[in-house]
Nanobody
Framework: QVQLVESGGGLVQAGGSLRLSCTAS????????MGWYRQAPGKQRELVAT???????VYADSVRGRFTLSRDNAKNTVYLQMNSLKPEDTADYYC????????????????WGQGTQVTVSS
């Protein structure tokens, strides 16, 4: 069982900053990847940033250079520092963790946070 709790969303003016947090409950399962997605009104859900199973950090082109993904392993928490926010960043932001259930056979499961709203006014 993995539960993800998100916080840090809110209303900010263009050019401002927000810091999102996602804390995972304790689990004996291996977390293979963890990151943030967002969904704007009328749009498909899209990747924002994620730590991959290979040890890389991947950013969407639209946020690279403005957003920074970080983590605190002791607190089971990942953060998304969002700077230079633009109105097009307005969306519901969701934390996702990919958990390895078994390795033989290979089985994973995605866990999602409840979502936190980010609204950027112009």
């Amino acid at each position: 069982q993995v539960q993800l709790v998100e916080s840090g969303g809110g209303l900010v003016q263009a050019g401002g900053s927000l810091r999102l947090s996602c804390t995972a409950s304790a689990t004996s399962f291996s977390v293979n990847a963890m990151g943030w997605y967002r969904q704007a009104p009328g749009k498909q859900r899209e990747l924002v940033a994620t730590f991959t199973s290979g040890g890389y950090t991947v950013y969407a082109d639209s946020v690279r250079g403005r957003f920074t993904l970080s983590r605190d392993n002791a607190k089971n928490t990942v953060y998304l520092q969002m700077n230079s926010l633009k109105p097009e960043d307005t969306a519901d932001y969701y934390c996702k963790a990919v958990v390895v259930l078994t390795t033989n056979p290979w089985r994973t499961r995605d866990y999602w946070g409840q979502g936190t709203q980010v609204t950027v006014s112009s």
